[in-house]
């Protein structure tokens, strides 16, 4: 990549749509960057990677304000970790929060596919847990 290249190049070399590249300059991510003489977007190789490491931190599930504290962390290389290492513990607990609403979810799908296939829709077992939800085996899924 050459020092300084356009959103298009910047999307297909990090894999972030063009629209996405701009929200996250919206929402201050990703600085501004240069303009040509045209007033088109230009960027360096700082900004590529800092796409990189933003698409990474999405693919495994971090919210924009996460996102935004790790790069204002990694922008000071010679902090503690421990900050980091807080952030990445609570995500930690929201996906495993997240996996057992899931699971009880998933008990609960395959409770009523199991018991649901017999006779009239009248008696459908999907159709009676769907409507009431005190026939469910549990409150919060």
């Not at 972030?16 to 600085?31: D, F, N």
């Not at 490491?53 to 000071?76: C, K, M, N, P, Y």
């Amino acid at each position: 990549m050459s020092s300084s290249v356009p959103i298009g190049t910047v999307s297909r070399e990090t894999g972030i749509k063009v629209p996405t590249i701009r929200y996250y300059e919206e929402v201050g991510l990703l600085p501004s960057p240069a303009r040509t003489d045209s007033n088109r977007r230009s960027y360096d190789a700082a900004a590529v990677q800092r796409l990189r490491f933003i698409r990474h931190a999405r693919e495994l599930g971090f919210e924009v304000e996460a996102i935004r504290q790790l790069l204002t962390l990694s922008d000071q290389p010679d902090r503690s970790c421990a900050e980091v290492d807080g952030i990445a513990r609570s995500h930690l607990k929201e996906i495993d929060e997240k996996i057992a609403r899931l699971t009880a979810l998933r008990q609960e799908v395959q409770r009523m596919v199991d018991e649901g296939a017999h006779g009239r829709v009248a008696e459908c077992r999907v159709i009676e847990v769907l409507g009431d939800h005190t026939a469910c085996l549990h409150d919060a899924h």
